[in-house]
Every structure is written in structure tokens, then in C-alpha cells.
């Protein structure tokens, strides 16, 4: 979870920015949608929390691969559940996520141990036989 000192909060929230983030939203889900004032307030709630039209962006754009691709439902993109800071927050760093390790050096290979004598091969197979008939008396 974001702390409030590492998400970046912005001074000036105002009616254009409402209002593009708004239309950019319309625009990336096909939708035509009003602005009302609890639209209008949930909007400047999330700008103000930091997020921007990038973000916006990218969150839509995950959504949509993850409900074509059958992993979530479609009502993830509704704008009620879309703009709670905390779900969009939650999303947006879903999409960030990495799938894949980065890549690394490969690992420091061990030495391998010395090889065993014969005696201590020899004693090794007995322990595996008498570890398998005992397993055999158990089973009967």
C-alpha cells in the first residue's frame, strides 16, 4: 500500500481536468456518460489522490484485456468501481506487476561432492533395501 508521501498529490484539481479525465474515460470505454456531481466528485477525489490520464489510461486498458480474456467482469470497468482510489490504486499496480522473474545471472554452481567409495555405495543400497522391506512388511 502506497503511503500518502510516496503518492504524489496534486495542489490544483480543476473543472478541465475533471472534465478531460471524463471524456478520456468515455472515450477508451465506448461509453456516453453525464457528468453528474457525484461523478464530477469522485473524479477531483482521484486526481487529487495524484492519479493522472496515464493512469487512467492504463488501468482502462488492463481491465478490458482482463475481461476479454474471461478474468474479470465486465462491471470492473463501471465508473462507480473504477474511480474508489483505493480499488483503482489496487489495479493500477496489478497492471505493473511483472510476470516474469528478471532475468539473473545464473546461479553460483556448487561443487560437486566427492564421489562415494564403493563401501559407502555398497552400504547406501543396503539401507534403500531394508528401507523397502520394511515398507513391504507395513503394506501386507
Keep these: 500500500m502506497m503511503s500518502s508521501s510516496t503518492l504524489p498529490v496534486s495542489c ?3 473543472a478541465t481536468a475533471i472534465n478531460t479525465a471524463h471524456q478520456l474515460y468515455c472515450q477508451l ?17 482521484l486526481l487529487r489522490a495524484g492519479f493522472t490520464a496515464e493512469d487512467l489510461r492504463r488501468v482502462i486498458g488492463y481491465l478490458q484485456r482482463e475481461i476479454r480474456a474471461g ?30 522473474p528478471l532475468p539473473s545471472s545464473p546461479p553460483a554452481s556448487k561443487p560437486n561432492p566427492p564421489p562415494l567409495s564403493a563401501h559407502q555405495q555398497q ?4 539401507r534403500a533395501l531394508e528401507c523397502l522391506r520394511q515398507i513391504k512388511s507395513t503394506l501386507r
Design 12 to 14: 490544483s484539481v480543476d
Design 29 to 45: 470505454t465506448g461509453q456516453s456518460l453525464r457528468m453528474a456531481f457525484d461523478r464530477e466528485r469522485m473524479w477531483f477525489e
Design 71 to 100: 478474468r474479470r467482469n465486465v462491471g470492473a470497468l463501471k465508473l462507480s468501481n473504477l474511480l474508489q482510489p483505493d480499488r483503482f490504486e489496487e489495479d493500477l499496480q496489478i497492471s505493473r506487476v511483472r510476470l516474469r
Design 123 to 126: 552400504q547406501g543400497w543396503e
